[in-house]
């Protein structure tokens, strides 16, 4: 009966045991890619409502406003390409964006991550 090396059995076990330890121990630490925990933010743009021949415009500085369900108000202005960036806290929120010659628009929602939200406002016809 021919007889079996079990050390060389052995060794093939010992460096696929090693690589599992090297990827697993590497598990444990954070990743300098990963993604960090910060305020929740709602961003978006405010734009003029498709009308024929002018398409959808950018509105540049309308007012966005966000009510959280404690009352706290935060108000943030677009900028000239019709974005805007305002922190937001978990939870029920109305959000108004208004602008002198359009119609104010408002959306209620549940903040549970950052959001993005695009405002489309109507002009007040003359």
Do not use: H, W
Request: aromatic share 8%; hydrophobic share 40%.
């Amino acid at each position: 009966m021919p007889r079996r090396d079990r050390s060389a059995a052995s060794l093939g076990f010992f460096p696929a045991a090693l690589c599992l330890f090297a990827i697993l121990s590497g598990c444990s630490s954070v990743s300098p890619v990963s993604p960090t925990t910060g305020p929740l933010m709602v961003t978006g743009y405010v734009y003029q409502r498709m009308t024929p021949g002018s398409g959808e415009p950018p509105i540049a500085d309308a007012l966005i406003s966000l009510k959280d369900e404690d009352g706290a108000e935060f108000t943030a202005r677009s900028d000239d390409r019709g974005y805007y960036r305002i922190r937001a806290t978990a939870g029920a929120v109305v959000m108004t964006a208004a602008k002198d010659g359009y119609k104010t628009r408002e959306s209620r929602f549940d903040v549970t991550d950052s959001t993005v939200l695009n405002f489309g406002l109507a002009p007040i016809a003359p």
